[in-house]
T-cell receptor, first 111, second 116 residues
Framework: GENVEQHPSTLSVQEGDSAVIKCTYS??????FPWYKQELGKRPQLIID?????GEKKDQRIAVTLNKTAKHFSLHITETQPEDSAVYFC??????????FGAGTRLTVKP | NAGVMQNPRHLVRRRGQEARLRCSPM?????VYWYRQLPEEGLKFMVY????????ESGMPKERFSAEFPKEGPSILRIQQVVRGDSAAYFC??????????????FGQGTRLTVV
């Protein structure tokens, strides 16, 4: 099955700085790449996703980029705020089948 | 649509007992994933099921753990003879049947298993 690697496992930034989380995937047929945010004690929830027919997608302070050739995709958070502190997970799937998650990145935004 | 429902939310078991965790996927979803999460750690894939089929159980220990997703009723993750190391949060997620239009997987609230 698909294998998703995520880095870094922990990330600490100052409020206002940018944060970047990177993921790689193994199956070149994967075509859907969602990102989830998990706040303390809660379930992971989708924050943004990208499909393989686009290279970049933005939603306010959050952007995702996809490089299909290199099989990697990244989450970019600009102007970070303390409420961005959470665990972030990337995932990859192919036609709604076999969604696999990265191990997660614990982001801490220091005020 | 009630979303993905997991029960119980909290489960306490003594060493050697059995734990049964239930996951009712969202209406219309036929794919279920089970993940384990230790405190302060990420999600670890356990098993991927479709109705009446185990597609991939490579992340699940071969002993004591089993999973099913029957034609009717919830998906069940069963842990026999629990040990302290089984204490964790167990999340399930569901997604629709495979097809050309991808959608997100939705997570349940998780079951927090504590083995005493």
């Amino acid at each position: 099955g698909e294998n998703v690697e995520q880095h870094p496992s922990t990330l600490s930034v100052q409020e206002g700085d940018s944060a970047v989380i990177k993921c790689t995937y193994s199956d070149s047929a994967s075509n859907y790449f969602p990102w989830y945010k998990q706040e303390l004690g809660k379930r992971p929830q989708l924050i943004i996703d990208i499909r393989s027919n686009v290279g970049e997608k933005k939603d306010q302070r959050i952007a995702v980029t996809l490089n299909k050739t290199a099989k990697h995709f990244s989450l970019h958070i600009t102007e970070t705020q303390p409420e961005d502190s959470a665990v972030y997970f990337c995932a990859a799937s192919k036609n709604n089948n076999d969604m696999r998650f990265g191990a997660g990145t614990r982001l801490t935004v220091k005020p | 649509n009630a979303g993905v429902m997991q029960n119980p939310r909290h489960l306490v078991r003594r060493r050697g007992q059995e734990a049964r965790l239930r996951c009712s996927p969202m209406k219309g979803h036929s794919h279920v994933y089970w993940y384990r999460q230790l405190p302060e750690e990420g999600l670890k894939f356990m098993v991927y099921l479709q109705k009446e089929n185990i597609i991939d159980e490579s992340g699940m220990p071969k002993e004591r753990f089993s999973a099913e997703f029957p034609k009717e009723g919830p998906s069940i993750l069963r842990i026999q003879q629990v040990v302290r190391g089984d204490s964790a949060a167990y999340f399930c997620a569901s997604s629709p049947q495979g097809g050309p239009v991808n959608t997100e997987a939705f997570f349940g609230q998780g079951t927090r298993l504590t083995v005493v």
